[in-house]
Each structure stands twice: as structure tokens, then as C-alpha cells.
Nanobody, 119 residues
Framework: QVQLVESGGGLVQPGGSLRLSCAAS????????MGWYRQAPGKQRELVAT???????NYGDSVKGRFTVTRGNTERTATLLMSSLKPEDTAVYFC?????????????WGQGTQVTVSS
């Protein structure tokens, strides 16, 4: 099992910035990708950003140019820097990690952290 612990959510004004962090622990073999999804009330969970070894990133269309995902040197942490935040970015943000072992993978999710963008 892999545990994902998120931190950094909260309330921010429109146009502001916020940083989310995620740390993975447990029976880790090789995590790829690692990143973030979000879910707003009444909506489906959607991709925010993911990153794989080597730094290749993938962003949801609505956050391109505003959000940046990075990964720590140990590849067990991921950070999401969110800037130019909009009210429509309000959602619960979930850390995500895919753990590979012997050619098979398992997906893991954090408990979620609330991000609210409001004046």
C-alpha cells in the first residue's frame, strides 16, 4: 500500500497563488506518474497536472499557463504551484500516484484538500 498525504489547501482571493504539496510513503517501488486531480461540487473529477520521471508534464486545459507541477529529488513528493487563481478553480484537490511493480500498477489517491477561491 502507498499512502499519500496532501497539505496546503485553503482560501485565497481571485488572482492569488497557493501551493499544494503531496508526500508518498509505504510500499513504493516506482511511482509514475504523480500529480493532481480536482473535483468541484456536482462535477466529475478532472485532471489538473501530472508529472513523470524526467520532468515530462501534462496539464488540464483550464490550468495551462497558470499552474506548475514539480517533483522532488526522491520522486516521492509532488508540488503544485497555482497562480492567477480563479473562482472556478474552487474544488477539492486530490494527490494521485501510480505505483508500478513487476509490470503491474496500482493507483492511489490522497484524502483531498479543499481549495476555495473567493473574495
Amino acid at each position: 500500500q502507498v499512502q499519500l498525504v496532501e497539505s496546503g489547501g485553503g482560501l485565497v482571493q481571485p488572482g492569488g497563488s497557493l501551493r499544494l504539496s503531496c508526500a508518498a510513503s509505504g510500499s513504493i517501488n516506482s511511482i509514475n506518474p504523480m500529480g493532481w486531480y480536482r473535483q468541484a461540487p456536482g462535477k466529475q473529477r478532472e485532471l489538473v497536472a501530472t508529472i513523470i520521471s524526467g520532468g515530462i508534464t501534462n496539464y488540464g486545459d483550464s490550468v495551462k499557463g497558470r499552474f506548475t507541477v514539480t517533483r522532488g529529488n526522491t520522486e516521492r513528493t509532488a508540488t503544485l504551484l497555482m497562480s492567477s487563481l480563479k473562482p472556478e478553480d474552487t474544488a477539492v484537490y486530490f494527490c494521485y500516484a501510480r505505483n508500478w511493480r513487476g509490470g503491474l500498477f496500482s493507483d492511489y489517491w490522497g484524502q483531498g484538500t479543499q481549495v476555495t477561491v473567493s473574495s
